[in-house]
Structure formats: structure tokens, C-alpha cells
């Protein structure tokens, strides 16, 4: 079993910046990858980026490139995401997710993040 935590959301003025966390613990994880979706109220589950655990191989949604950066820590199980210059569209709540082998920007993922609000006001 996999547990996910996130953490780091808020209420961020437009323009500025918070850092998500999300912390894996219950098993190993070198051949897993991890990513970050966001579900804002009357959308859909959106794919904001992945990172592969092993080789760290970055993927991002067209909304947030150049904005958000997705990192990892192996050692401490922790993935992150940085995210600069956001934008009140941004606001959601964000959720982690996990699953081995390949990254896929669907959400069909084997686990998630109980999610962390962000909210970015104009």
C-alpha cells in the first residue's frame, strides 16, 4: 500500500508563488512515477505535470510550463511542485498521484493525495 501527503497550498495574491510537497511513504518507489493534477469546481481533473522517479524526466501541461516546476528528493520520498507567477486560474485543488511504469497525463493513476487547496486571487 501507498500513502500520499500533500502539503503547501494557500491563498497566494496573483503573481506570486507557494511550493506544494507531497510526501510517499508504504513501499519503494525507484521504477514509480508521480504527478500532480489540480480540479477546479465545474472542470474536469486536469494533468499539471509528472516526473519520473527514476532518471527524473519531466513532463508539463501547456498551462503551466515555464510557470511550475515539478522536483523530486528520493532519498526523502518527497515530490515538489514550485509554482511561480500564478495566475487566478491556477486555483484548485491540487492532488499527487503515483503509479509505476509510465508517465500518463490521464488521471489513471493507482494512487492519490487526499489534495491541498490553492487559491490565487486577483
Known amino acids: 500500500q501507498v500513502r500520499l501527503e500533500e502539503s503547501g497550498g494557500g491563498l497566494v495574491q496573483a503573481g506570486g508563488s507557494l511550493r506544494l510537497s507531497c510526501v510517499a511513504s508504504?513501499?519503494?518507489?525507484?521504477?514509480?512515477?508521480m504527478a500532480w493534477f489540480r480540479h477546479a469546481p465545474g472542470k474536469e481533473r486536469e494533468f499539471v505535470a509528472a516526473?519520473?522517479?527514476?532518471?527524473?524526466?519531466?513532463y508539463y501541461a501547456d498551462s503551466v510550463e515555464g510557470r511550475f516546476t515539478i522536483s523530486k528528493d528520493n532519498v526523502k520520498n518527497t515530490m515538489y511542485l514550485q509554482m511561480n507567477n500564478l495566475r487566478p486560474e491556477d486555483t484548485a485543488v491540487y492532488y499527487c498521484?503515483?503509479?509505476?511504469?509510465?508517465?500518463?497525463?490521464?488521471?489513471?493513476?493507482?494512487?492519490w493525495g487526499q489534495g491541498t487547496q490553492v487559491t490565487v486571487s486577483s
Open positions: 508504504g513501499r519503494t518507489f525507484s521504477n514509480y512515477c
Open positions: 498521484a503515483a503509479k509505476a511504469g509510465l508517465v500518463t497525463a490521464t488521471p489513471k493513476y493507482d494512487y
Open positions: 516526473i519520473r522517479l527514476s532518471g527524473g524526466s519531466t
